[in-house]
């Protein structure tokens, strides 16, 4: 096992790592960013070294300061956490190449499954189903052809996507050359890879995950589902567990699928497979993440295993201890995030400092956060300030839970989305579990007629 490992990234999570890190008897070290100087992960951790400037490139994207510290500090391993380097194959080569473990899988796999062209060709040849479409185009008018035989509406999205960027919808071809021009040039821009492949655009859908855990042996435990179909502008807003809206047979074949998948490659530590479900319950490949999931605390509350010290036991080489037959799914689970912005005005992205703050308490409610009375909320980075999630034995008690929980949140200081959040628990959509990923378009497009 590890004696000492550096936590490459910021915020609640890095935050989670570390007191993950404090239960296993692991020494950690933290870097910052001069603006983050004050947060709770610098002050948690054993050690804590300034990366540099509060631009993300100049701190926690700088892969070679973050090496230098780690070797300097004697960290055997890292880990990523999620965004920023978590899914970088360059960064995890440098660990590599300099004998500190990556928490998390290869680098080459991290380039495959990244590359989601190739995954999805990976992914049809290992009998996973995938979304009709088709693979890269290098061309527009290659690219016009495609969609003639796809049909419309389609999606564009980049072969190197994430987090929402690199993806168009396209309803008719008079839209498409523009739309087909952004998504490249967004994709270039966000992720130095312009290419861009077409899937047919399915709609009403649910999106339901599969949360993984493969050890270095070969063997793959599926953690169960969760549904995240509550996104506004692909940046989920709510998670659950399990997913209201599969039954046992399209869940053990959806579980099947997600094994399928790692097995085809070789996949090690923690991944999600992530899948689209249509109203006649069929479901699709989309992309497999190779990374912890800001949503995996929904699952660790009703499975009751700790995923990140299971992220870092793989990594040490130990075997998984507990098999399919043996894994259990207690209530339901919901996870809400709480992010420091206005729905009210766009959503736009609000910073200051936090004056006042009560966090809800109770059997099976927590809150991950970063925040405290006094701290200040920097402009530089993502605007999730926290995730609430509450477990319960039954769905409808579970939704009662997090309302009276949200209703507990208190947070002054800075404009949050506590009370959207709360609406959204109460629409009749989300109580009976029909909505789907169109849901909060649907409601924003309701509100402003």
């Not at 190739?118 to 495609?146: F, H, N, Y």
């Not at 929904?298 to 130990?318: F, S």
């Not at 947070?411 to 959207?420: F, K, P, Y």
Request: with cysteine; net charge neutral; charged share 25%.
């Amino acid at each position: 096992m590890f004696s000492k490992i550096l936590i490459a990234n910021r915020g609640e999570i890095a935050v989670r790592i570390i007191r993950a890190c404090r239960e296993m008897g692991i020494s950690t070290v933290a870097v910052y960013s001069q603006a983050d100087r004050d947060s709770m992960h610098v002050s948690l951790a054993d050690e804590s070294y300034c990366l540099g400037g509060p631009q993300v490139t100049d701190s926690y994207l700088n892969m070679a300061a973050i090496i230098t510290v780690a070797v300097a500090a004697g960290a055997q391993a890292i880990h990523p956490g999620y965004g920023l380097l978590s899914e970088n194959a360059k960064f995890v080569s440098l660990c590599e190449k300099c004998n500190i473990e990556f928490i998390g899988p290869s680098s080459h796999m991290i380039s495959l499954l990244g590359d989601k062209d190739k995954a999805r060709k990976t992914m049809r040849q290992a009998g996973v189903p995938v979304t009709p479409g088709c693979d890269i185009v290098e061309t527009l008018s290659a690219a016009r052809a495609e969609a003639e035989k796809i049909g419309f509406p389609l999606l564009i999205k980049a072969r190197s996507g994430g987090g929402g960027r690199g993806i168009r919808l396209v309803t008719k071809m008079a839209e498409f050359d523009n739309a087909f021009n952004a998504a490249s040039s967004e994709a270039q821009s966000a992720f130095g890879d312009g290419a861009c492949y077409m899937e047919k655009f399915l709609s009403p859908v649910k999106h339901v995950e599969m949360q993984l855990l493969c050890d270095k042996y070969g063997n793959v435990l599926c953690l169960g589902e969760r549904e995240c179909s509550v996104q506004r502008k692909n940046q989920k807003l709510i998670e659950e567990s399990p997913s209201p809206a599969i039954n046992s047979e399209t869940r053990k074949a959806m579980m099947e699928a997600a094994k399928k998948a790692a097995l085809a490659v070789n996949y090690v530590n923690a991944g999600t497979v992530e899948f689209l479900l249509d109203t006649e319950g069929k479901f699709y490949f989309m992309e497999m993440n190779t990374r912890l999931q800001v949503e995996h605390p929904v699952t660790e509350m009703v499975t009751g295993l700790d995923i990140v010290q299971w992220q870092i036991r793989i990594a040490a080489g130990a075997m998984l201890t507990i098999t399919q037959d043996k894994l259990f799914i207690h209530g339901h689970a919901i996870e809400c995030r709480i992010n420091a912005e206005n729905p009210k005005e766009n959503f736009r992205p609000s910073c200051g400092t936090i004056t006042r703050l009560h966090i809800p308490g109770g059997p099976f409610v927590r809150f991950d956060t970063s925040i405290y009375q006094d701290y200040t909320v920097p402009p530089f980075y993502d605007s999730m300030i926290g995730k609430l999630i509450v477990q319960a034995r039954t769905r409808e008690h579970a939704i009662r839970k997090m309302k009276m929980a949200l209703s507990e949140l208190n947070i002054h200081g800075v404009d949050h989305n506590r009370e959207l959040q709360i609406d959204i628990l109460s629409d009749p959509e989300f109580v009976d579990g029909s909505y789907t990923t169109d849901f909060m378009q649907r409601r924003e497009e309701k509100s402003n007629t």
